[in-house]
């Protein structure tokens, strides 16, 4: 497996040009994701007034153009719509048979929500317990997670952002408390992503418990996992270091309006 750390440079293009073009639409060199699984878009390192405006008639007047961390230049009338700093964190290590990384110390459950956060490949039709009460979430189980996102904020999650990759889930009496999954694909790599935990369920170790276990999964089928989170969010940049992340280099989380 190619573990090329550059494609990391543009996690988004090299997603939907490689296992996430199902969800890609595009026009000319420009591409975005389908609205309704991601509003990342990608344009290529050294954009032109051609490509750009590709990218304008793909996604349309007055609509947001989501750049995620490409560090390109919009035209100069695409109204900025929002900028956060943040890092790519990247995780070395191997995983323990136990499904925990290596480098896990004790957990201790951080609040890890990201503003603008910033796969196994078939959808999960029925939770299926996968051990330390960690259960595999599908298409059944949008609804709760979209209520979890909306009260816990850890970046863009949409109807279908559960179809990008495998989504793991702790629940407490039933009810889903804790949930973390995988993003972008680009090759030889899987995003950790939409890490959160309910605020009554804090404390108790889950963000640690899923992150491992999708690293472990990552692991197994040859990929590594790397993460964003935003540069103010302390707590979750200390859970992730102790987990075995190490930042790889600062990025720019940027949206602009379409003119």
Not at 61 to 78: H, I, K, V, Y
Not at 230 to 235: D, K, P, S
Request: net charge negative; glycine share 10%; aromatic share 6%.
């Amino acid at each position: 497996m190619n573990h090329d750390d550059q494609v990391l440079d543009d996690p988004v293009g090299r997603s939907l040009r490689g296992r996430h073009a199902r969800f890609a639409r595009r026009l000319g060199r420009a591409a975005a994701y389908l609205p309704e699984a991601a509003t990342f878009s990608a344009v290529s390192a050294d954009p032109d007034a051609a490509e750009w405006a590709d990218l304008a008639g793909l996604i349309g007047p007055g609509e947001l153009a989501d750049m995620f961390s490409c560090p390109a230049t919009p035209p100069p009338d695409w109204e900025p719509v929002f900028s956060l700093e943040g890092r790519q964190m990247i995780w070395p290590g191997t995983a323990r048979s136990d499904g925990s990384p290596a480098e896990t110390e004790t957990e201790t459950e951080t609040e890890t929500e990201t503003e603008t956060e910033t796969e196994t490949e078939t959808e999960t039709e029925a939770e299926t317990e996968t051990g330390a009460g960690v259960v595999e979430l599908g298409a059944e189980s949008v609804a709760e997670m979209l209520d979890l996102v909306a009260r816990t904020r850890p970046g863009p999650f949409w109807p279908r952002t559960h179809e990008l990759g495998t989504y793991l889930g702790i629940r407490d009496n039933g009810r889903l408390v804790a949930m973390a999954g995988e993003r972008l694909r680009p090759p030889g790599w899987t995003e950790i992503s939409a890490v959160c935990t309910a605020s009554e369920a804090r404390g108790r170790g889950h963000a640690a418990r899923l992150v491992g276990a999708l690293v472990a999964r990552i692991v197994a089928r040859g990929e590594r996992p790397f993460l964003h989170v935003a540069e103010a969010n302390t707590g979750a940049i200390a859970l992730y270091e102790r987990l075995g992340f190490t930042t790889r280099k600062q990025v720019t989380f940027r949206g602009f309006r379409i003119p």
